[in-house]
C-alpha cells in the first residue's frame, strides 16, 4: 500500500510516515516546509509543495498511481497565532483544504483521514467528551478544524469518498526511534515549555488558574504522538469496519485521547517524578484563544479501529525531553 501524507514533514505527519514504514505502508510525502522540516522526509519520497497546488497533485497521483488514501495532516496549529491572524489560518486550514480535496477525487482517491482536534469540542461538567458531545470550538484555530469538518461531511455524502476525522486530544512524545519529533524550537504547549524551563532554568508560567477544574488550572488529555501514529495505520487498514459494505455511512469520527484527564498542575507534578527535580512556577492569566480543556470517554476507537493507547504520560515526558537532546543534530540549530 501507499499513502500520501500531506503534511508529513511536520511532527505529527512524519511519525505517521514513521509508522508507516514500520508498518510495511510507503509513504508519499507533501510539505510545503512552513513549518515541516525536510531533514524529516529524508529516504522518503518527498514532493515539496502546497496542498492546494493541483498540478502538483496530478504529477504525485501520476507517478504513484498505487496510492490508496490520503491522510491531511497539512494545517496551521497554533492557538494564540490564529487570534492574532485568523485570516491566514482560515485561508491555509479552510479554503486550502477544500481544494485538495478536488485534487484527490479528481485524480480518484476515495479514502482521506483527516488530523481534527479535540478543541472543537464544548466540555460538559466533568470535561469528559465522546463524539456525540456538543461542539463550541473557542479560537480561530478550532473553528477552521470544525468548519472544515462539516465541508468533510457534506463532501463525502455524495459517495466520491469516505472520509475519517480523527480527533486528536493533546500529543507529548516522540518517535520512540528518535527519528522525528517536535521541530519547533519555541513551543507554545505546556510540556515544551516545561521542557525549555527545565533546560534554561527559567519558570514555568502556569496560564489559567481560575477554570472550574479540581485544582483551577486547565485539564488535557495527553496522548503519546507515537500512539497517534499507530491510530492512522489502524485506520488506514480498516476502512471497510468503519464503512461495511452496505452501510451508506461515509463519514466518521473517531477520538483519539487515552481517557484520562491531566490537569497542568498534575502534569508538573508527572515531570518532576521523570526529572527528579520540581520545576519552579508561577500562576499567571489565561492566554487568548485558550479553554479549559477536556478529555475523552467512550471506546469507539477501540470498537472500530482496535485502537489503544499503550504509552502513558511519563513516558510521554520522558521521549519529549529525549528528542529534545537529540533535536538539534537532527534538524539544525536553526528553526
Not at 508507516?20 to 522526509?41: H, M, Q, S, W, Y
Not at 482521506?112 to 466540555?123: G, N, Q
Not at 495527553?222 to 452496505?246: K, N
Amino acid at each position: 500500500m501507499k499513502v500520501l501524507i500531506a503534511g508529513g514533514a511536520g511532527f505529527i505527519g512524519s511519525t505517521i510516515a514513521s509508522a508507516c514504514v514500520d508498518g510495511g505502508i510507503e509513504p508519499v510525502i507533501l510539505d510545503n516546509l512552513v513549518t515541516g522540516r525536510r531533514e524529516f522526509a529524508e529516504d522518503r519520497t518527498f514532493y515539496e509543495g502546497d496542498i492546494a497546488d493541483g498540478t502538483l497533485l496530478d504529477r504525485i497521483f501520476a507517478e504513484h498511481p498505487e496510492i490508496e488514501a490520503a491522510i491531511d495532516c497539512a494545517a496551521l496549529i497554533v492557538v494564540p497565532e490564529s487570534v492574532s491572524e485568523p485570516l491566514r489560518y482560515y485561508t491555509e486550514n479552510v479554503a486550502k483544504g477544500i481544494q485538495f480535496l478536488g485534487h484527490l477525487t479528481r485524480n480518484g482517491c476515495r479514502r482521506l483521514i483527516f488530523s481534527s482536534s479535540a478543541s472543537i469540542y464544548a466540555a460538559g461538567d466533568d470535561f469528559a467528551v465522546d463524539e456525540d458531545s456538543s461542539l463550541a470550538p473557542l479560537s480561530p484555530y478550532a473553528r477552521t478544524k470544525a468548519l472544515f469538518e462539516t465541508a468533510l461531511e457534506d463532501i463525502s455524502s455524495t459517495g466520491d469518498m469516505h472520509i475519517i476525522s480523527l480527533r486528536y486530544f493533546n500529543p507529548i512524545g516522540a518517535d520512540p526511534k528518535m527519528r522525528t519529533g517536535l521541530q519547533v524550537r519555541r513551543p507554545t504547549h505546556a510540556l515544551g515549555k516545561m521542557i525549555e524551563a527545565y533546560h534554561n532554568g527559567d519558570t514555568f508560567q502556569v496560564t489559567g488558574v481560575d477554570w472550574p477544574t479540581r485544582d483551577g488550572s486547565g485539564i488535557r488529555d495527553y496522548v503519546h504522538v507515537w500512539d497517534l501514529a499507530r491510530a492512522h495505520i489502524q485506520a488506514l487498514t480498516r476502512f471497510e469496519t468503519v464503512f461495511p459494505e452496505g452501510s451508506t455511512e461515509t463519514y466518521k469520527v473517531i477520538n483519539l485521547g487515552t481517557g484520562t484527564g491531566t490537569t497542568v498542575f498534575e502534569l508538573l507534578k508527572a515531570f518532576a517524578k521523570v526529572t527528579g527535580k520540581p520545576l519552579t512556577s508561577v500562576e499567571t492569566d489565561r492566554r487568548p484563544g485558550d479553554s479549559a480543556g477536556a478529555f475523552a470517554r467512550g471506546n469507539r476507537a477501540s470498537s472500530l479501529i482496535d485502537w489503544r493507547p499503550e504509552r502513558d504520560i511519563e513516558e510521554g515526558i520522558r521521549d519529549s525531553l529525549t528528542w529534545f537532546d537529540k533535536r538539534d543534530s537532527v534538524i539544525g540549530t536553526e528553526g
